[in-house]
């Protein structure tokens, strides 16, 4: 059984910061790949950030240099940093879980969370 409880959400000014979490109760945290993405209101889902079993990361180009991946594997625990948050930031943000490697490379995920919203304000 797989689950991903996503915090963090809240609602900020453009510049500020938030930090996401995504508790994952599944087995082997270390051996999945790991990732976020989000949907804003009339727009499909957008792949965000992953982080593989590797440790290695991707970002969308709409968010390099401002949102950082990272993970606690001890705690099976997930992060999204943002930072210099845009309003076109504004969206529901997911955490999601895969373990096929090659689904990951292309930002496909078998299990997501609920999703926590995050809503910048200019």
């Known amino acids: 059984q797989v689950q991903l409880v996503e915090s963090g959400g809240g609602s900020v000014q453009a510049g500020g910061s938030l930090r996401l979490s995504c508790a994952a109760s599944?087995?082997?945290?270390?051996?999945?790949?790991m990732g976020w993405s989000r949907q804003a209101p009339g727009k499909e889902r957008e792949r965000v950030a992953t982080?593989?079993?590797?440790?290695?990361?991707y970002y969308a180009d709409s968010v390099k240099g401002r949102f950082t991946i990272s993970q606690d594997n001890a705690k099976n625990t997930l992060y999204l940093q943002m930072n210099s948050l845009k309003p076109e930031d504004t969206a529901m943000y997911y955490c999601?879980?895969?373990?096929?490697?090659?689904?990951?490379?292309?930002?496909?995920?078998?299990?997501w969370g609920q999703g926590t919203q995050v809503t910048v304000s200019s």
């Open positions: 982080i593989d079993i590797g440790g290695s990361t």
């Open positions: 599944l087995y082997g945290y270390s051996t999945w790949c």
């Open positions: 999601a879980a895969e373990r096929q490697i090659s689904r990951c490379g292309r930002g496909e995920y078998s299990y």
